[in-house]
């Protein structure tokens, strides 16, 4: 058996975002008056203790709406600049013509997403579940696992975060990190995931090739 449904987050992930979101973080920061991002901030979100953005800049949660809205304004604003992982067209249509189910489940809009992507790759796209609040990925992925119809040993998550994994993790699918995103791929395994990926065609592998573990 294999996986079924492979359910992506975007933004560090698919597409290399990481880097523009560190451009434009100290622009939002100072729009929304909290604390700049350090080295130091940036290595506690990379590493193993999984520190949050909130949590760590003391940021209020009725302020994290406004803040991604921002984000997402202004990454449609500066698309031309985003580009895919060399890699992901070739994953997804692989994926896609193996019989895999795709969704992708984001806190950016569908919108930018599909811009990226293109025609091609987003219609190859089943569900797209975007515009996650920070704390909202739980009930997303929960939207996608109910109208896909399929068991949760048959679906994989596959993100970049710690947040991706503790919502994965919440709703009871096997998570698969990436090495490339914002957090280290050793420090996501510490903290639960199944496997961590070190390029983009292991998860092709891993998905068509491997059966499917179960789900705990």
Same mark, same amino acid.
């Given at each position: 058996? *294999? ?9 560090? !992930? #698919?597409?290399? !975002? ?10 939002? +920061?100072?729009?929304?008056? $909290? ?9 506690? #979100?990379? @590493?193993? *203790? @999984? &520190? ?16 991604? =809205? ?14 895919? $992982?060399?890699? !992901? ?6 994926? /896609?013509?193996? %019989? !895999?189910?795709?969704?992708?489940? /984001? ?6 997403? =599909? ?12 569900? $797209?579940?975007?515009? +996650?609040?920070? $704390?909202? *990925? ?7 696992? *109910?109208?896909?119809?399929?068991? &949760? ?5 596959? %993100?970049?975060?710690? =947040?991706?994994? /503790?919502?994965?993790?919440?709703? @009871?699918?096997?998570? %698969?990190?990436?090495?490339? %995103? ?7 395994? &510490? ?20 059966? +499917?573990?179960?789900?705990?």
């Amino acid at each position: 058996m *294999k996986y079924r449904l492979v359910i992506f987050d975007f933004d560090g !992930t #698919l597409a290399d !975002t990481v880097p523009w979101m560190m451009e434009v973080a100290d622009e939002i +920061a100072d729009r929304h008056h $909290f604390p700049r991002l350090t080295e130091a901030d940036l290595e506690a #979100l990379r @590493g193993p *203790k @999984g &520190a949050s953005i909130p949590r760590l800049l003391k940021i209020p949660r009725w302020k994290l709406l406004l803040i991604a =809205r921002d984000g997402r304004r202004m990454m449609a604003a500066k698309l031309n600049e985003i580009r895919l $992982f060399p890699g !992901t067209a070739d994953l997804l249509r692989q994926l /896609s013509a193996g %019989g !895999t189910r795709i969704a992708i489940v /984001s806190s950016n809009s569908e919108s930018n997403i =599909r811009q990226i992507l293109g025609e091609e790759l987003s219609g190859l796209v089943e569900q $797209f579940e975007c515009g +996650a609040s920070f $704390f909202g *990925k739980s009930r997303k992925l929960r939207r996608v696992i *109910k109208k896909s119809g399929l068991p &949760a040993d048959a679906i994989l998550s596959v %993100g970049d975060e710690m =947040r991706d994994l /503790s919502a994965t993790l919440d709703v @009871g699918l096997p998570f %698969g990190a990436v090495s490339w %995103g914002l957090c280290h791929g050793h420090a996501l395994k &510490a903290a639960g995931a199944n496997v961590v990926f070190d390029s983009l065609a292991q998860i092709g592998d891993v998905v068509l090739s491997v059966p +499917a573990p179960t789900s705990h």
